[in-house]
């Protein structure tokens, strides 16, 4: 079986703050948090990211991002939240084990996600182009 860090804190061999925590999935206190509260939620059967992940945790991550976002939201008494899932090292994944980023957001608390760049003429119908023709 392939090992991570998250898998060491699935079977209580290193120490988290588990705050939820089901038959597939465990959600933990990221230890170098965004923003207080920030939270991974992170499938126990090993993938290395969404693409690997299995149907029944694809399924039924949807649902628990809502509860567990809306727990985080309320206790944290967080105006917003991003959920955010980093795949693959270009993509700023450092843990190779899937795992949801849930951040709670405040008031100009200074984090800033990304910043956008137009698209060159005629560019953005060529990749919507290209998209639609690997769906
Ligand atoms: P990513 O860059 O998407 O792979 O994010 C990995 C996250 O895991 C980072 O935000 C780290 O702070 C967090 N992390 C790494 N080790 C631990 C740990 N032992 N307990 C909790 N969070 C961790």
Redesign the pocket.
């Known amino acids: 079986m392939t090992e991570s860090?998250f898998s060491k804190?699935i079977k209580r061999e290193?120490p988290?703050e588990i705050v939820y925590e089901d038959e597939d999935f465990i959600a933990?206190?990221?230890?170098?948090p965004i923003n207080i509260g920030h939270t991974?939620l992170v499938p126990k059967k090993f993938s290395t990211d969404l693409f690997e992940m299995n149907t029944n945790d694809l399924e039924k991550v949807g649902l628990l991002l809502k509860i567990l976002g809306e727990s985080i939201k309320k206790s944290m008494g967080a105006k917003g939240l991003n959920i955010a899932m980093?795949n693959g090292k270009v993509a700023?994944?450092?843990?190779p084990h899937a795992?949801f980023?849930l951040v709670p957001r405040f008031e100009n608390d200074g984090y800033k996600l990304w910043s956008g760049k137009p698209y060159k003429k005629d560019e953005m119908k060529e990749v919507a182009n290209k998209i639609r023709g690997e769906i």
Do not use: K, S, T, W
């Open positions: 860090v804190i290193i988290a933990f206190l990221d230890i170098n991974l980093n700023g994944q450092e843990v795992h980023h």
